[in-house]
């Protein structure tokens, strides 16, 4: 039976909704992830605002803390934060075949833990409307040719409409997903995504964390470095700090960071006293259905 043009083209643009809210249900990002989701941005809000502080410094202080274990970590958290938000960071150097096989849980699990279609860019988002168009448009050629059901380039050619209507449900799925956000994720969150942006606006942190690479030999004495590898920064130290004798560092930076602390401060707080209080609200369910079968 033939199915008009148009009720098809509902079907999928229905179909790109629906991929669109299945993309976010079996990410980090749905519902049942908040804490997690928040105790990760917690995290990686504290390494940018950390790297914010080091830059900031003269240049011979900033690589003195490129050098210690806070660093790296807070550049692995940063770059986590990046990942997550779906910003090309570039691939951590690795060592061999050992490198790359530590890191294949890790790209796994980052994958299973993101969404795939509603971060993608406008043109993206129509490619893999596309694509997910002619993969169905090849089970049809395949059921042609072994069962002679179905016709290939007929389904090839409404491909030219079902894609772009594929492609507007995933736009309007997004655009849903948004709105939701912004009314029912928690102000404490908010308010962490709105820390997150205006450390990373400028670009800085995020040419930081691309740039660094670990030094394997480095000797500090009394706060200078006297040997070591090349560090990876940003093209001029000065891109970092204007000058290294304590003069001007870069406003923006500064006037973001003698902020941030006392509000990740507070938001911590908050956080805390979000999870003792769900703690205590489960005990008491607990107890009370705990009491229930107890009169029996």
Not at 46 to 63: D, H, K, M, P, S
Not at 109 to 114: P, R
Not at 253 to 275: C, D, F, P, W, Y
């Amino acid at each position: 039976m033939d199915v008009p043009m148009y009720q098809e083209a509902i079907a999928h643009y229905f179909s790109g909704v629906a991929i669109s809210f299945g993309d976010r249900m079996f990410s980090k990002n749905a519902k049942k992830h908040t804490e997690r989701r928040m105790g990760d941005k917690l995290k990686g809000v504290e390494a940018l605002q950390y790297l914010t502080e080091v830059g900031l410094n003269t240049e011979a202080e900033i690589r003195t803390a490129m050098t210690t274990k806070e660093y790296r970590d807070a550049i692995r958290n940063a770059r986590e934060y990046f990942r997550s938000n779906s910003v090309d960071v570039g691939r951590e150097p690795n060592r061999g075949v050992r490198g790359l096989a530590a890191k294949i849980p890790e790209l796994i699990a980052q994958y299973k833990d993101s969404e795939r279609i509603n971060p993608l860019s406008i043109r993206r988002k129509l490619a893999a409307a596309f694509g997910l168009e002619f993969l169905l448009d090849a089970s049809v050629a395949v059921s042609q040719v072994f069962w002679g059901k179905g016709n290939a380039i007929t389904a090839i050619g409404e491909s030219l409409y079902q894609g772009p209507c594929m492609f507007a449900g995933f736009a309007t799925g997004r655009g849903l997903l948004y709105i939701k956000d912004g009314l029912f994720r928690s102000k404490e969150e908010k308010e962490l995504d709105k820390i997150a942006k205006e450390l990373t606006k400028d670009g800085r942190l995020l040419e930081i964390v691309k740039g660094y690479s670990p030094t394997e030999k480095v000797k500090v004495i009394e706060g200078k470095i006297v040997e070591s590898k090349p560090i990876a920064m940003l093209k001029e130290p000065q891109e970092i700090a204007t000058n290294t004798d304590g003069g001007d560092r870069p406003s923006i930076l500064e006037k973001v960071a003698g902020t941030v602390n006392e509000r990740i401060g507070k938001l911590r707080s908050s956080i805390e006293e979000r999870k003792r209080r769900k703690a205590e609200e489960e005990e008491k369910r607990r107890t009370e259905l705990r009491s229930k079968y107890d009169r029996y």
